[in-house]
């Protein structure tokens, strides 16, 4: 693969980009200076610093703080809520930084006074210290092999994690995804190493670019960050910005990361997402702003400070795509117009369909909600009596502009939020309005824009879009496929049989962990829908009557038990999203409101969710003619004519097996580097991508309401499950059955044509694994050996020179059956080579492993694994007696995997218990001696 050649490339990246950004880099020795213990999370000197500037006035004396106060708000910052659950101390971290730390002095007359410290100044980016450094807290390495933590302080105080993912062991660089998962790990309390408690923000970068979220975030919903007009001009500019420090790294920005970096990163960005953006509240996962959702806000503010300055209305719209987190952006806006503009530029009236009787806690503060607003309460907001925010319904506003008793108002610094609902009133209604509000703004956050009808007043111009396209390819939504039942007519008994059909064939049979809802217009056709899948007995249903706001009448919980698939419900749409909605089925009328809405509720991201959903079974609801259904269907999913994969096999491949493995087994070589590779593996692995691609693809594509595919689709599934069949065979030669994904699986078995119970027997190629090809036995020979001798147990002193003559069994014997019986000679000396030959003896680790599982072992069985805790407690005997914490953790870090692999997460916790317990007492005369007992 083309790329950087060295190997920490992705981190030099990171580092260059944010010197250029002003943040100073510390290497390993001026980070443990400032941090002054290995394990503190904070840079204390910095923090203590920040601290000592501070002066309170008594008797017109400036007094600085005393010692011990400065070391108490040291020790509160580190400790953050010690043994809460990480939301809790992630949210309170959070409101500290936000409002200071309170601290009560006492003055030389013997008097007490509290004073509150700020941390961080949000409102002068210029006035913090930015620092960037290797997280290598643990024994000095990284957390996991192939990532490179990197952590950003603000005045000392760990803000964000980057986990930058470098190249793996066979030199292939990996994805992004590990990146998350490996951050996502250390946030759990059972890690080795835990990320600091004060991060707000984590962002994973690989080669290709990168993705950001918010501490906590699930990995499916990462996102990128879309910079709002970005193009290789604007890369280029910032290329072009002066380094200031040219220790470190060398400099090396790539492209790829300029904008995640650049966007989020910057010192007056940062601040103002962790000041504004972000959502904290201790019994959920913090939400931080999406990059549409920041733009559009932050457009909407830039246009009303226009209409200050200019001292004129102007409306506007802005638009987001469906299911982008439009209401929350409202929120946002609403919270924002109180805290940058004040109170007294703009009052914000938001007329709504349904009002509700509260307000979110980050727009109201500490107000006590007022009841829906009345056309009395909506002439007090105009007159100046009512405070802001105020919400009221659509049709009172329009009352209250019709009425001829209505106070007289032009609507001068007043700003209506509207959304799209709002402009499904009569043209004529609306128009009267905006002659009765001249001067006041209006402005709409809508999914689409908003065309003006006859007689409508225009709905202004688009400040901000952010389209359905772009939210699929920054991973915010997944595309919607949408498409009619066979049987679209009007809800019968009958009408359950092909929904569960369909239900059961693209969810339960593939183990996707989704649901689906139902939508029908009155209560007993929800009853009548439920008594005939309770007939048909294949689903687990619930039924749902909803009010017009999308809440339950009923006394149910918002979000359906796990165990239900399929949730009917009747009235309105639900108000709460949910990422496990994967399939609506439609048995009512839907306005272009309603479908829109529709859509930002099943488009949500899920791991087991690549496109969602939307069956159409209502003559009324079917109002998409099929060329506009197919046209939504993406590019991605149509049926494609393996082109690709064609490319990787000789021609006329599939008439000859024998061909293509030979194209995608094992061919190790030796390079001019010294190092052994397999020329092949690459192959392989865009071979096993681009089946489970298609397959995927396929799979979306066909009818939604049909159980069989076309012609087209057979024949490309057919073709498709020749070249499965070549992968999985190369896999087994290879030995690289685990690198299978669970999507890889699903795949697999349903271009089998059946569900993943059902399995087809092997073809008469796959069974002759006996007398395989030569080069197949020389392949799979030395993947073995080289598996074996990667194996993390043995002595390095041994095991480096038993590597190098594995390698030179490929330069000394280039025909493939000298190779075979040079490597069984080479099979026949390695225990020999590894100082494991002659009778095994019982050493102090397989002592403990009978200890913990019983003697009824096999000590043969575990031997490779009880000589992987020899090596491992040997190695870190240095540490003993100076460094018992570092030995602990080195324990852990080198064994959970292992142990957890071969015992399960609660046996393997127990065994290093036992093992951190005894382990520092195995010190005695030999023991450091190779298979040591």
Known sequence: MKGPRHEDAVRRSALAWLKRLGWNHLSFEQYRALTGHPDNVLLADR??????????VHEGRPLPLPEDKVDAILRQLADTHPGAPWPVASARALHMLHTGISVELSLPDGGRITHTLPLIDWAHPNRNHWDVADDLRGCGYSRADGIRDLVCFVNGIPLVVIACVERDSHRHWGHMQQGAHHLLQCLQPSALDPLPRQAQLLISLDRRGGAYAGAGTPGHAWTRWREDGWSAAAVAQRRNLPVVQYEGPPDVPLATHAEVICGVLSHARLLRLLHRYIQSSPPVQPKLARAAQFFAVEAALCHLRRVVRYGRNSDAQVCLAPGCGLQRAREWLAAAMLADLGDGAFRLLMPVQHPSRTLPAWVRGQRVPDPPAGARQLRAFFEGHQPSPLQVSVQVLLRWADSAHSATSSGRGVVLLLDAGFWTQPGASLAHLRGRLPEA?????????????????HPGTIIYQYREHQAIADGVVVPVLQGRREDADLLQDAGAGPI????????????????????VDTVAQADQLQHAFMEDGRLNTQVKHLDARGHCRERMPAMPPADVQLEICSGSLPALQEARLGIAYVERALSAIEHARLLGLINQPHPDKHAALLVLGHA?????????TASRLPKSTRPDPLARLSALVPDASTQDFSACVERVIPRWEVTSMGEDRDAHRQRRHLLRRRVTDRGLALQLAAPAGQDRDDAEVDQARCELRFYAQVDEFAAVVALEDADYSREDRRVRHWLRGGALEVREAPGAYAAATEDVHILQRAGRAYAELRAHLEHPGEEPGRVEPARRELQGVLRDHPGAAGQVTALEQFRARLPALLGHAGPLRRSRSHLLLEGMLGTGMGVEGHAPLARLIEATVRSGFPLLPDEPLQFRQHLRASLRGVLEREFGAMRAELILD??????????????GMTGGT
Do not use: E
């Open 47 to 56: 923090v203590r610093a920040i601290l000592q500037r501070f002066r309170y």
């Open 500 to 519: 569960a059909r369909h239900f059961q064939s693209r969810t339960i049979d593939l183990q996707r962990d989704l649901r689906g809802t139902v939508l």
């Open 441 to 457: 703004t209006w402005l709409t956050f809508a999914p689409v824009p908003i065309k003006a009808g006859v007689g409508c007043p």
């Open 914 to 927: 036992a093992l951190i317990s005894r382990a520092p007492h195995w010190i005695g005369p030999g023991y």
């Open 620 to 628: 009324a609801a079917a109002h998409l003619r099929a060329a506009d």
